[in-house]
């Protein structure tokens, strides 16, 4: 099961999660930005 | 090491700017009781989004999900904690619009209670509420308290009185329209620290690379996403968020403050999307604590702190610090208000005919008592886990039949007490938690099954919800779901209290 799972979440699927994680939280923080100014 | 006065500073310096902050977007506009308890309609999508995703996200989010990480199952426990805390808000989209249809004028999840159930589904959903809702607020002020004790050794007390005593004041002048001000700006603060700052522990650590490889050295089952542990605490941990969330008042206050349908469903829908990402951020944290060995001691619960201390310089602790004073007073001005909204809205229909006058002291003199406990709670030091999932355990059994209530006619009140209690029954059965207390029910003690979380929280919310399904078949309440919000008494008489008349 480890094995398998190792190769489902290897070291490119690990960067990819904690960057996506990062790039989303990013994503949404210019997005209610965007939205909190519009209301303005 | 933070020294403790340098932390204290950055404390203050935060909790004084927000506390102005508050208090200056409320001047004037806190016109009425119905302002300071539902800011009804003042909110667009974007400050909903960011008010739901900084009551929602306390400091809780700095010490759980890594904790998670770390001990409880690696990254499917992480990823179970993650979009198990997403669900609720997205599930919020359709109810809050049903909520809005059927009570138009309403303020408060109990208001909804009494009027369609009576007062014993009534007293049952205050209480549960009413206790899930200050054992978080406990939990955030003695969050906040032991990660400045870890930081930079600053006595428990003190943190408490200083971050819920400056909390307390623009809260108890502004009420909801402030926290909701203060939350915009917090968000707009947390989540770019949160980023920056997880971005800057990955590289300092060498890398998402170097990360993993230390991970899968130390324990494969880390990044396993079939761990077997790990997935069963995720899925109970999604069962515990979605009942007590789904019956958290601040989330409903924010419900009536959307200035529209368009905004609920923006709103919750982007809160419920960031919320994922930040959770699993604070998860990694903590599996990257296990894979570089700093939680061998047992330190689990302050993982995301151990990885902190070994990843950055002191100075940058300080961030922290701001951070996770932000994550607080976003959370805990929530809960000051949304538990005395709850009692003051029911002020208005117990009391007979009160003039505003009583209104306004039951509101701020409830917030008064709420934060004054929880800052007593915090300066104590304890741990809340075990309350915290009991209150989980009563809101998983109850939700159900109180949300079926907004969707059914033939649902009695009977009908739903009795679910909820059934479902209650089971997973107080399986609650690992309380077990000594439970076994010592005459003629329990051998029959008890053997204890799961997983099957507690599941089993609560299951069977509630089957019976539920079984007293709608055969309920017939009869109830009328479009005259329901006729009788909701409106708080607005203005008052020069705190704002101006217009």
Redesign the interface.
Known sequence: MTALALAALGPTAFAALAWGSIGLVLAVFAAVCWLVLGER | MVSATVALAATAATVLAFTGVGLLASRGRVDSVETYVSARDSA????L??TV?ASMMGVWILFSPAESGAAFGG?PAVLGYAIGSAIPLALFVPVGARIREVMPAGHSLTEFAYARFGTGMYVFVLAVSVFYMFVFLAAEMTGIAGALAFVAGVPHWQTSLLVGGFVLLYTTYGGLLASIVTD?VQ??VI??L??VG??GA?LSLG???D???A??SAD??L?????GPGLEFGLYVAFALLGANMLNQGVWQRVYAADGERSLR?GMG?AA??V???L??SG?FGIAAAGLSLTESGSASIAFFLVLAEAFPAWVTLAVVVLAVLLVMSSADTMFNAIASVVTADLARVLDAPDERTLWLGGRGLTVAVALGAIFIGAQGYSVLQLFLTADLLAAGVFVPFLAGLYTERLTGPGAIVSGLAGLAVGFAYFPTLRGLVAAIPGLGSALPTPSFLVAFAGATLVSAALTAAATALGDADADLETLGRDVRSLDDPVADGGSER
């Open positions: 667009g999508s974007g400050t989004a960011a995703i990254l915009t968000t707009l989540l770019p949160l980023a997880f971005a990955l890398g998402a690379g990360l993993h490889a991970a899968v494969p089952v990044l396993d996403p079939a761990f923006r982007l999307v960031v994922v990402p930040m699993v951020l990694l």
